[in-house]
């Protein structure tokens, strides 16, 4: 199983990438939002962390191995989660992930249903069920860090423990997520949960 490729890539598309190995060129399908994050980044060196699937129909002997990529991890397992919905499979989810896996898993947490409904191919009936299963399992994806938060230096386990302090200080989780957005906005370096507390009641205190 291909779990991880790494070339140029050559060429992007609306819902798949060539990338180049050495002498061979792989199609490897992917979601909107993944698309626009490699939008720059034609002709330099990618590497996407990738599902492998089959596509067709096992009873008229047509299956094609399929390859789907995304730029982390987290993305990836969110995928996988979101396909195990019953009705959703790999085809649908591709269709559906139009946003960042952060707003897509916040809108599950809050049991935003409408949000979801309004994704490409979901529905409300859709929605309802992927809230009734996922919902207890997509905090931590609730709280990813975003490709600039990345490049701002701050690790996304700092993110995390950042998170569980602010909740044990009575912080809401919709209020500690807000207070940590607005931090990681200003795009400092964070180098462990003391700093980025820090900053957060700074710019609280600045701003009251």
């Given at each position: 199983?291909?779990?991880?490729?790494?070339?140029?890539?050559?060429?992007?598309?609306?819902?798949?990438?060539?990338?180049?190995?050495?002498?061979?060129?792989?199609?490897v399908?992917?979601?909107?939002?993944?698309?626009?994050?490699?939008?720059?980044?034609?002709g330099?060196?990618?590497?996407?962390?990738?599902?492998?699937?089959?596509?067709?129909?096992?009873?008229?002997?047509?299956?094609?191995?399929?390859?789907?990529?995304?730029?982390?991890?987290?993305?990836?397992?969110?995928?996988?989660?979101?396909?195990?919905v019953?009705?959703?499979?790999?085809?649908?989810?591709?269709?559906?992930?139009?946003?960042?896996v952060?707003?897509?898993?916040?809108?599950?947490?809050?049991?935003?249903?409408?949000?979801?409904?309004?994704?490409?191919?979901?529905?409300?009936?859709?929605?309802?069920?992927i809230?009734?299963k996922?919902?207890?399992?997509?905090?931590?994806?609730?709280?990813?860090?975003?490709?600039?938060?990345?490049?701002a230096?701050?690790?996304?386990?700092?993110?995390?423990e950042?998170?569980?302090?602010?909740?044990?200080?009575g912080?809401?989780?919709?209020?500690?997520r807000?207070?940590?957005?607005?931090?990681?906005?200003?795009?400092?370096?964070?180098?462990?949960?003391?700093?980025?507390?820090?900053?957060?009641?700074?710019?609280?205190?600045?701003?009251?």
């Amino acid at each position: 199983m291909i779990t991880k490729i790494t070339g140029r890539l050559v060429a992007l598309r609306d819902d798949a990438l060539t990338l180049g190995v050495g002498p061979m060129e792989h199609e490897v399908l992917i979601p909107e939002f993944t698309r626009r994050q490699l939008q720059s980044e034609v002709g330099r060196e990618v590497s996407l962390h990738t599902i492998e699937y089959l596509e067709g129909n096992p009873m008229q002997g047509r299956l094609t191995p399929r390859l789907i990529g995304f730029l982390t991890e987290p993305e990836r397992e969110f995928f996988e989660l979101f396909c195990s919905v019953d009705g959703v499979g790999a085809k649908k989810a591709l269709r559906a992930m139009v946003r960042p896996v952060k707003e897509v898993a916040t809108s599950i947490e809050e049991q935003d249903a409408k949000s979801l409904a309004g994704l490409p191919g979901i529905g409300p009936a859709m929605a309802e069920r992927i809230v009734a299963k996922l919902r207890r399992k997509v905090p931590k994806f609730a709280l990813m860090v975003a490709r600039t938060e990345v490049e701002a230096d701050v690790q996304p386990d700092v993110v995390s423990e950042t998170f569980e302090v602010l909740r044990g200080l009575g912080h809401s989780e919709s209020d500690a997520r807000r207070l940590l957005d607005a931090a990681l906005q200003a795009k400092q370096k964070y180098k462990d949960v003391q700093s980025l507390l820090q900053a957060i009641y700074q710019q609280t205190h600045t701003k009251s």
